[in-house]
């Protein structure tokens, strides 16, 4: 079991831009498949985006797609972050890394295998 820790959530305004970070407590290699969920208030953990080891396969939840860009720094840092652009208001939530048993395009709350401890994210005037 790796220890995941997020930074970089804030209070910001709609249209703002933010970028979040995951640190893995091991250093590179190995590297994970790692993904970013998140947390409304008051509702479900859903999937934000998801990069497979290398960092060539990515994918993205439809509510981010265009909007986020998941990317990973394996050299030195074995960090994984998420730039978010045009935020919403609908985009608040407690956001937290995962890393993924097995790559996929929409990663279930099953398929994870380590969890950081979020990281809050609020939009609003």
């Known amino acids: 079991q790796i220890q995941l820790v997020e930074s970089g959530g804030a209070l910001v305004q709609p249209g703002d831009s933010l970028r979040l970070s995951c640190a893995a407590s091991?250093?590179?290699?190995?590297?994970?498949?790692t993904a970013w969920f998140r947390q409304p208030p008051g509702k479900d953990r859903e999937f934000v985006a998801v990069?497979?080891?290398?960092?060539?396969?990515?994918?993205y939840g439809d509510s981010v797609q265009g909007r986020f860009t998941i990317s990973r720094d394996n050299v030195e840092k074995n960090t994984v972050f998420l730039q978010m652009r045009s935020l919403r208001p609908e985009d608040t939530a407690t956001y937290y890394c995962?890393?993924?048993?097995?790559?996929?395009?929409?990663?279930?709350?099953?398929?994870?295998?380590?969890w950081g401890q979020g990281t809050q994210v609020t939009v609003s005037s």
């Open positions: 990069i497979g080891r290398s960092g060539s396969v990515i994918y």
């Open positions: 091991v250093a590179a290699p190995p590297t994970y498949t």
């Open positions: 995962a890393t993924i048993e097995r790559l996929s395009s929409s990663p279930q709350l099953a398929d994870v295998r380590d």
